[in-house]
């Protein structure tokens, strides 16, 4: 039998999609660029770009490190994030 859980009780990374493109543009960075350095597929990459899919906190993690970013730097409300964390 599976557990599920709902939204409240799982911590949800939400991307920031101007965040993760502002990253890419430091990085000198297109998506197929991205998708090769952090070991995604592409079809993944269109398909979180374009809404149809929302990254795993470790896919997250793998795009933050491909662009040598912290992840509070792309994702949505980190500050916020953080200060309920402690």
């Not at 911590?11 to 070991?39: P, R, T, W, Y």
């Not at 470790?58 to 490190?65: F, L, R, Y």
Request: aromatic share 6%.
């Amino acid at each position: 039998m599976y557990s599920y859980r709902t939204e409240s009780e799982v911590k949800i990374l939400k991307v920031d999609f101007q965040k993760l493109q502002i990253a890419m543009a430091n990085a000198c960075m297109n998506k197929g660029d991205l998708a090769e350095s952090a070991e995604i597929s592409r079809v993944s990459i269109s398909k979180y770009f374009s809404g149809k899919r929302s990254p795993s906190p470790k896919t997250v993690g793998k795009i933050a490190k491909a662009l040598n970013v912290p992840v509070s730097d792309i994702i949505e409300n980190a500050t916020a994030m953080a200060d309920n964390a402690q």
